[in-house]
Structures are given as C-alpha cells and as structure tokens.
C-alpha cells in the first residue's frame, strides 16, 4: 500500500530516468540533510550525506549508495529535483543500512491502517514520522 501526500504542495514530477539524470547533476553527490518521510537522525543539519550512486536493481527498487551505507526505497513513486532538493515522494517501504554503526532501519507502510512505522531507535531518538511528508527527501 502506497501513502497518498494529498496535502502538500503539488510538486511537477518527472519520471524515474529524468530523476536519475537531474540527480547527477545535483548538489546531492557532493553534501546534503537526509529526510525519511519527515525525520532525520540528529537535529535536521546536523548530519551531512553524499551521494556516490543510485541505481534501479530491479523493478520495485531505487537504491540511493551514500558513501557510508545505502537507502532502498521500494516501490517509488512521484520524483522531483531541483537545485535544492532530491525527492522520492511515495514509496511503500524505505530501508536504511549504515554498516559502519551496524544500523538497519526498516521504515514500513503499514498494510492495514496506511500508517508508517520505523522499527528502530537510536539512543534516545525516536522518530516521528509523518506520512504527508515525502519518503525520501535530500536538501542541500
């Protein structure tokens, strides 16, 4: 099940090759703020990500490679770039690894009610996610 942001500003998407194309032309390869539908880890700022690749390892699948650990999002949806922003609008699933600090964050649609759930904390963070927020969102 795919959540719907119905309230926010209606953005002009572009489809998954112009995505792919616009974001290695971005600020994204070199540093940006990472948001998952609404939260990021530390204080938004505070954490600084580069992009080194994405690729589409298969249908359901966008795989963004940061430098240290990677983000899956399954079925992505609604993609946006511009010089301040990378966007993955909607997905059904969003999967952070960081092998370096031996993290896996599962970021799920859940089936039955259409709310999203993560299933981690780190220290005393708990995320607060929002579901009108897009899934995937880098700033620079």
């Known amino acids: 099940m795919l959540v719907k942001n119905l309230n926010k500003k209606k953005l002009p998407y572009i489809s998954l090759v112009d995505f792919l194309e616009k974001a290695k032309d971005s600020k994204a390869y070199s540093n940006g703020c990472i948001e998952i539908w609404g939260d990021s880890i530390g204080r938004p700022g505070d954490n600084l990500y580069s992009i080194s690749d994405i690729e589409v390892p298969n249908q359901r699948t966008l795989k963004i490679n940061l430098g240290h650990g990677n983000i899956k999002l399954i079925d992505p949806k609604e993609f946006y770039c511009d010089n301040t922003s990378l966007i993955v609008n909607t997905s059904s699933e969003v999967i952070w690894e960081m092998p370096l600090i031996n993290l896996k964050l599962y970021y799920l649609v859940e089936k039955k009610f259409g709310d ?15 579901k009108e927020k897009p899934s995937f969102k880098m700033y620079f």
């Open 116 to 130: 999203i759930m993560c299933n981690s904390t780190i220290g005393e963070h708990t995320f607060k996610i929002d």
